[in-house]
């Protein structure tokens, strides 16, 4: 799959093993799918955190956080060294209550981020009025380690930066069946291939492939 999984596997290969042969494989064009298609939010705060904070504690809790901060300072990285135009702006956000219920939930996971060692506070009053000019909202949680990205500039970019050092990326080139072994075939409209290793990057589209049908649901979401 031509996605950001595609693309973000393939870079660091071919500079861990510059003489690695890879071949790229996407059906439409790279970006096509959901990772050209989303709402650019690059954020660091990972489904059911908190939950996985409570039975393990801050510790393990921190660790899980870094690996997700990683993508972002690997974006960050690749328009620093690499000059990578996708529109990176690393703002950070604001989390808002409209009620006592919702701002005592924000001071529970402020506590909850401070005891992992991380930069976050509550805001309120005029402090919050000088953020958002509206009576709606009580209080506001600052966290400063998201950002916001184009996606569709993000994968074509890393799509120029992985052709120019040798992947071999192939778009319009569905996948049609595949048969694993000792070396993979993968069978596309174009050819043929062979391979020994083979990283599926498929999203949604598993299912096509007779992968995971009963595990991943394709799902849709509305961004203005």
């Not at 660091?12 to 510059?18: A, H, K, M, T």
């Not at 919702?102 to 909850?112: F, I, P, S, V």
């Not at 589209?205 to 992968?211: M, S």
Request: a negative charge.
């Amino acid at each position: 799959g031509g996605g950001l999984t595609g693309v973000s596997t393939a870079w660091p290969l071919r500079r861990g093993q510059p003489g690695l042969g890879i071949a790229l494989l996407e059906a439409v064009v790279l970006g096509h799918g959901a990772s050209g298609r989303n709402g650019g939010f690059v954020d660091t705060r990972v489904p059911g955190i908190y939950d996985y904070i409570a039975k393990a504690g801050p510790e393990k809790g921190r660790h899980a956080f870094d690996i997700s901060l990683y993508g972002i300072n690997l974006i960050k990285r690749l328009v620093s060294e690499h000059g990578l135009d996708c529109e990176f702006e690393e703002n950070g956000s604001l989390v808002t209550a409209m009620d006592d219920k919702q701002a005592r939930a924000l001071e529970h996971d402020c506590d909850t981020f401070k005891a992992m060692g991380l930069e976050t506070t509550i805001i309120q009053g005029p402090e919050l009025e000088a953020q958002i000019k509206s009576e709606r909202y009580i209080a506001g949680l600052t966290f400063p380690y998201t950002g916001i990205v184009n996606p569709y500039k993000l994968a074509r970019g890393m799509k120029a930066l992985v052709e120019a050092m040798g992947v071999e990326i192939f778009e319009r080139t569905l996948v049609m069946r595949f048969t694993p072994g000792q070396k993979h075939w993968i069978e596309t409209e174009m050819g043929d291939i062979q391979a020994p290793d083979m990283v599926l990057g498929l999203n949604g589209y598993c299912a096509k492939l007779g992968l995971f049908k009963n595990r991943v649901i394709p799902l849709c979401s509305y961004v203005i």
